[in-house]
């Protein structure tokens, strides 16, 4: 008897949106379609419009958010519908980990997208836009506590711990030269090494997100008895570095969490992978792809309807 493989999916957050994303997948499923549906009628405007036209305001966060969920659930169902996708385990980076509660059925769609586009609106107003900033660290091989040691009396943090080549850090934009100049001095041996200021309107996963927490937690709380806290389990949690526990409390305490600390990407991406054999990266572009990589562990990217084909050819 043949055993099938246990599969993981992860899915990228903001950031991985595009115009026209989901397009290909509404055009040939119902199931798709109805996603977008149902996340309009939550939100009270047209999700599928947004994301398949030029609309500017799929690069404001509180747009982009769910606007991203939904296309990457439209995708999953899609997969699910025509290739019998079944994921048993699932994963997320930021945003994505409320992609991945709603694909284990945490979650319910028309609730998830209301919670973004209301994380989105807070992340935009816990600090005025030009205050704060990110910046990607590249090396080889990074020793994230040292990152840790050399920004610690910055207003900087460790916002993602995202593959053993990159991590991301998040603070006072005024604060951001001073700790290139530090960590090129710790990175000085190594001739790769990159200090790669992104195009950010807050500073995402660091301290200064803590003064939306108690609104965040409200509307987490809001939708507190329609979690189904036991499919958690299969849930990794970008906060501890583990998967969720069975627990509500744990749950949103989790979520709320990941605003204000570092998303521990690797120990996710380590997670999944003790427990599936094969893992799919499913969203409207790829980021993660090369995290798993920067690990040792493949992951195959599905970011259309054709690449989806090309990934599934002879397993359906």
Partial sequence: MVMRKIVAVAFPGQGAQRPGMGKDYCAEFAVSRQAYEEASDALGWDV??????????????????????????????????????APDVFGGHS??????????GVLHLADAVKIVHRRGQLMQKAVPVGIGGMAAVISTDIDVAAVYRSLSDLPIDVANANSAHQVVVSGHLSAL???????????????????????VSAPFH????????????????????????????????????????????????????????????VENMRCLAER?????????????????????????????LATAERAFSGHN
């Fill in 48 to 85: 599928a419009d947004m994301c398949a036209s030029e609309d500017e305001r799929l690069n404001l966060t509180e747009f982009t958010q769910p606007c991203i969920l939904t296309t990457e659930i439209a995708a999953l169902r899609g997969l699910h519908f025509r290739y019998g996708l």
């Fill in 95 to 104: 945003l994505g980990e409320f992609t991945a509660l709603v694909a284990a």
């Fill in 177 to 199: 030269p001073e700790a290139e100049k530090r960590l090129r001095e710790h990175f000085q041996d190594d001739k790769d090494f990159r200090f790669v200021p992104l195009t």
């Fill in 206 to 265: 660091s301290r200064f997100m803590k003064p939306i927490e108690a609104a965040f937690t409200e509307t987490l709380r809001e939708q507190e008895a329609k979690l189904a806290a036991a499919s958690g389990t299969q849930v990794t949690s970008n906060f501890t570095g583990k998967f969720h526990a069975a627990s509500p409390d744990a749950i949103i305490h989790g979520l709320v969490s990941q605003l204000s600390n570092t998303v521990r990407w």
């Fill in 276 to 304: 599936a054999g094969v893992i799919y990266e499913i969203g409207p572009s790829r980021p993660l792809r090369d995290f798993f990589k920067s690990i040792s562990l493949d992951c195959q990217s599905i970011t259309s």
